[in-house]
């Protein structure tokens, strides 16, 4: 049964001395001073804002990596094409033994890259363009096989192109109707609207930036850049800003774990390595975080602040008078 | 009165709801246990500053992010005044932060758990990890390269542990929505229980009092 509370903190003060107290006027002085400070520092220091990447700056700054991306999609050989679970069944998904949450819940947020970020938005591009339509159906027409070898001597041509005008030239070979695929595609995301055709989604109003990121992603230009801005994961990933702002220092412990064994390793320990170090630390952090929550009731850890007397020096006006009376 | 007590002198619940509800505030959250003008005299170091600073500088992060949300998530990038309320926002919250973790390790080091605290303690943690997530929320939401980056690096690890599969880091609708709302509504109600804990429960004594209360 729950005590009144009142009753039960008379009890508990009961001969201790009590000194006058104003908590409003602390509460208000609290709130005066730290947003005066919070307003000075706004003032002079400003925010990172950095401005974001878009298809269009991607395809027109490096039209190269684009267009390998975009060739990658077609092949099923990006990070996307072959990820698994929540995008498609492509891959397996992180796992330690037997758990395996992301494959538990499945393909939610269904995307198939090479259709998403190519095929459908060169459909789209195809109205009233008869080369690219006659293009586009002869890629589908054609066999596996025979895309297969398309993408595969395409790509290798891509690893030695060059950038003329803003087009990619390859060297000349069979690569069937990629180059004019891939020169409208370019085409269209430097104009910008690669940039619409991945959010847009048949609807008008959107939000959704699940396709454009998850394409800009398995590209290297956006990456090149933060890592350029030493934002990238071995240099403590998410906790930084851009500039020389601070970011979410709050999850150093959390980003700390993947700059250590096991999760930076290969091969590991005990099932857990690199390969699945995202769900890892998730559940290592969610099992500190309850041990955090838990502390007043686990031993050891509920001792320490006995055993470690920086108590004494925050309460030293306590602790004060007993030393003098011990020393008389 | 008369309908609260029984003949022999006992008290008696009312059977009207809202008198029951206004006597469990009286019992439970007396106003001067909530708002009270004295305190023991241990209560005078700056450790204690601590928890009303985190308070202030929350207080700041709500003014700041109340007058961003009204004028829209495009409006700072594009506007001297917007980019001032940004940087009010985004420096409240650091200071937010600063000071909520000098709190944790104050309690700690003080074990403010002791003594029958322990559930303000624990909410406390929550309060820490919803902030966290509140944080994190809000960096998916500035609309620049330091949310394209961070969304593309931790949706890997969002989805790694199932969690993606209901909270898409790059679904920047479900993000904000939840960045504006859901979570600070979350952090507002755990940070008024949390004080109304510790103002129902008082301020615990010094570890080892050593003879007892003084």
Same mark, same amino acid.
């Given at each position: 049964?729950?005590?009144?509370?009142?009753?039960?903190?008379?009890?508990?003060?009961?001969?201790?001395?009590?000194?006058?107290?104003?908590?409003?006027?602390?509460? *208000?002085?609290?709130? *005066?001073?730290?947003?005066?400070?919070?307003?000075?520092?706004?003032?002079?220091?400003?925010?990172?804002?950095?401005?974001?990447?878009?298809?269009?700056?991607?395809?027109?700054?490096?039209?190269?990596?684009?267009?390998?991306?975009?060739?990658?999609?077609?092949?099923?050989?990006?990070?996307?094409? @072959?990820?698994?679970?929540?995008?498609?069944?492509?891959?397996?998904?992180?796992?330690?033994?037997?758990?395996?949450?992301?494959?538990?819940? @499945? *393909?939610?947020?269904?995307?198939?890259?090479?259709?998403?970020?190519?095929?459908?938005?060169?459909?789209?591009?195809?109205?009233?363009?008869?080369?690219?339509?006659?293009?586009?159906?002869?890629?589908?027409?054609?066999?596996?096989?025979?895309?297969?070898?398309?993408?595969?001597?395409?790509?290798?041509?891509?690893?030695?192109?060059?950038?003329?005008?803003?087009?990619?030239?390859?060297?000349?070979?069979?690569?069937?109707?990629?180059?004019?695929?891939?020169?409208?595609?370019?085409? *269209?995301?430097?104009? @910008?609207?690669?940039?619409?055709?991945?959010?847009?989604?048949?609807?008008?109003?959107?939000?959704?930036?699940?396709?454009?990121?998850?394409?800009?992603?398995?590209?290297?230009?956006?990456?090149? =850049?933060?890592?350029?801005?030493?934002?990238?994961?071995?240099?403590?990933?998410?906790?930084?800003?851009?500039?020389?702002?601070?970011?979410?220092?709050?999850?150093?412990?959390?980003?700390?774990?993947?700059?250590?064994?096991?999760?930076?390793?290969?091969?590991?320990?005990?099932?857990?390595?690199?390969?699945?170090?995202?769900?890892?630390?998730? =559940?290592?952090?969610?099992?500190?975080?309850?041990?955090?929550?838990?502390?007043?009731?686990?031993?050891?850890?509920?001792?320490?602040?006995?055993?470690?007397?920086?108590?004494?020096?925050?309460?030293?006006?306590?602790?004060?008078?007993?030393?003098?009376?011990?020393?008389? | 009165?008369?309908?609260?007590?029984?003949?022999?002198? #006992?008290?008696?619940?009312?059977?009207? +709801?809202?008198?029951?509800?206004?006597?469990?505030?009286?019992?439970?959250?007396?106003?001067?246990?909530? $708002?009270?003008?004295?305190?023991?005299?241990?209560?005078?170091?700056?450790? &204690?500053?601590?928890?009303?600073?985190?308070?202030? #500088?929350?207080?700041?992060?709500?003014?700041?992010?109340?007058?961003?949300?009204?004028?829209?998530?495009? +409006?700072? /990038?594009?506007?001297?005044?917007?980019?001032?309320?940004?940087? $009010? /926002?985004?420096?409240?919250?650091?200071?937010?932060?600063?000071?909520?973790? %000098?709190?944790?390790?104050?309690? &700690?080091?003080?074990?403010? +758990?002791?003594?029958?605290?322990?559930?303000?303690?624990?909410?406390?943690?929550?309060?820490?990890?919803?902030?966290? %997530?509140?944080?994190?929320?809000? &960096?998916?939401?500035?609309?620049?390269?330091?949310?394209?980056?961070?969304?593309?690096?931790?949706?890997?690890?969002?989805?790694?542990?199932?969690?993606?599969?209901?909270?898409?880091? $790059?679904?920047?609708?479900?993000? &904000?929505?939840?960045?504006?709302?859901?979570?600070?509504?979350?952090?507002?109600? %755990?940070?008024?229980?949390?004080?109304?804990?510790?103002?129902?429960?008082?301020?615990?004594?010094?570890?080892?009092?050593?003879?007892?209360?003084?």
């Amino acid at each position: 049964m729950i005590k009144p509370m009142g009753a039960t903190q008379e009890e508990y003060y009961r001969g201790v001395r009590m000194v006058p107290y104003d908590l409003v006027k602390e509460l *208000v002085l609290a709130i *005066v001073g730290v947003g005066m400070l919070a307003v000075l520092i706004a003032a002079v220091l400003s925010s990172p804002d950095v401005g974001p990447v878009t298809i269009a700056t991607w395809a027109q700054q490096d039209p190269v990596d684009f267009v390998t991306t975009a060739s990658g999609e077609l092949a099923g050989s990006t990070t996307s094409a @072959g990820y698994g679970a929540p995008y498609n069944s492509a891959g397996d998904g992180q796992s330690w033994g037997p758990i395996a949450p992301q494959k538990w819940f @499945g *393909v939610r947020i269904p995307i198939d890259p090479a259709n998403s970020f190519v095929i459908q938005p060169l459909q789209r591009a195809s109205f009233s363009n008869t080369a690219l339509g006659t293009a586009l159906s002869t890629w589908q027409n054609g066999s596996s096989d025979q895309q297969s070898s398309w993408l595969d001597a395409y790509t290798k041509a891509l690893a030695s192109a060059t950038v003329t005008d803003g087009s990619v030239v390859v060297a000349t070979g069979d690569y069937g109707p990629l180059p004019v695929m891939m020169s409208n595609l370019l085409g *269209v995301a430097q104009s @910008g609207g690669l940039d619409g055709l991945l959010v847009i989604n048949g609807r008008f109003y959107q939000t959704d930036y699940t396709q454009p990121l998850l394409f800009m992603g398995d590209g290297g230009y956006l990456a090149g =850049i933060a890592d350029e801005a030493h934002l990238t994961g071995s240099l403590w990933g998410m906790m930084n800003e851009t500039g020389s702002y601070p970011g979410q220092t709050w999850l150093w412990l959390y980003t700390m774990w993947y700059q250590v064994f096991p999760f930076n390793s290969d091969t590991g320990i005990i099932g857990l390595n690199a390969g699945n170090a995202d769900l890892g630390i998730i =559940i290592l952090m969610t099992l500190l975080t309850a041990a955090l929550a838990l502390v007043p009731f686990i031993p050891i850890l509920r001792d320490i602040p006995r055993w470690i007397p920086i108590h004494r020096l925050i309460w030293r006006q306590y602790y004060a008078p007993r030393k003098a009376s011990a020393h008389t | 009165m008369a309908a609260t007590s029984s003949v022999r002198g #006992a008290p008696e619940k009312p059977a009207s +709801w809202t008198l029951r509800l206004r006597h469990a505030f009286d019992r439970h959250l007396p106003m001067d246990h909530l $708002l009270p003008d004295r305190q023991p005299y241990y209560v005078g170091s700056w450790v &204690y500053v601590f928890g009303v600073v985190t308070i202030a #500088a929350l207080a700041w992060v709500v003014v700041s992010g109340v007058v961003l949300s009204f004028m829209g998530p495009q +409006w700072w /990038h594009d506007s001297r005044v917007g980019l001032f309320f940004n940087s $009010l /926002h985004f420096w409240s919250v650091q200071l937010f932060f600063f000071f909520m973790v %000098l709190h944790l390790w104050g309690q &700690y080091f003080m074990a403010g +758990w002791r003594q029958g605290r322990a559930a303000t303690w624990m909410i406390g943690v929550v309060i820490f990890g919803i902030s966290v %997530l509140t944080a994190f929320t809000g &960096y998916l939401s500035q609309q620049n390269f330091a949310s394209q980056f961070i969304a593309i690096n931790a949706k890997d690890a969002m989805n790694g542990a199932g969690i993606g599969a209901f909270f898409n880091v $790059l679904n920047f609708g479900q993000m &904000y929505g939840l960045h504006v709302m859901l979570l600070p509504i979350g952090v507002t109600i %755990l940070v008024v229980i949390h004080i109304v804990l510790v103002r129902t429960r008082g301020v615990v004594k010094p570890i080892d009092p050593e003879g007892g209360a003084r």
